[in-house]
């Protein structure tokens, strides 16, 4: 069965840092494309950072490019985001997402993802 589980996240203060990380199991990893998607209070769940199989192409929100890493480990079925240079507006519920993907590029939309963990709450404020 697949799974994706999040941790990692927590009250941090503006300016500072995380890493989120998404172990998975149930697949084998290098053949899906993975990312990470963010839904504050009251918001649509929106795409952050994602990351093609073989982890050569990557794609990131305006938003959180330059400060937001994404990264993977097919080995050790694991994935994910450093973020750096926290902002308030970085605030929700950070999910990670998978899906089978064997076309170029990556999937950026949420409804493109077929496979969730439950979610980890980052917290960005003073």
């Known amino acids: 069965q697949l799974q994706l589980v999040e941790s990692g996240g927590g009250l941090v203060q503006p300016g500072g840092s995380l890493r989120l990380s998404c172990a998975t199991s149930g697949f084998t990893m290098a053949n899906y494309a993975m990312g990470w998607f963010r839904q504050a209070p009251g918001k649509e769940r929106k795409g952050v950072a994602c990351?093609?199989?073989?982890?050569?192409?990557?794609q990131y929100s305006e938003s959180v490019n330059g400060r937001f890493i994404i990264s993977r480990d097919n080995a050790a079925n694991a994935m994910y985001l450093q973020m750096n240079n926290l902002k308030p507006d970085d605030t929700g519920v950070y999910y990670c997402?998978?899906?089978?993907?064997?076309?170029?590029?990556?999937?950026?939309?949420?409804?493109?993802?077929?496979?969730w963990g439950q979610g980890t709450q980052v917290t960005v404020s003073s």
């Open positions: 997402a998978g899906v089978r993907w064997s076309s170029g590029g990556v999937p950026f939309r949420s409804i493109d993802y077929d496979y």
């Open positions: 990351i093609s199989g073989s982890g050569f192409h990557t």
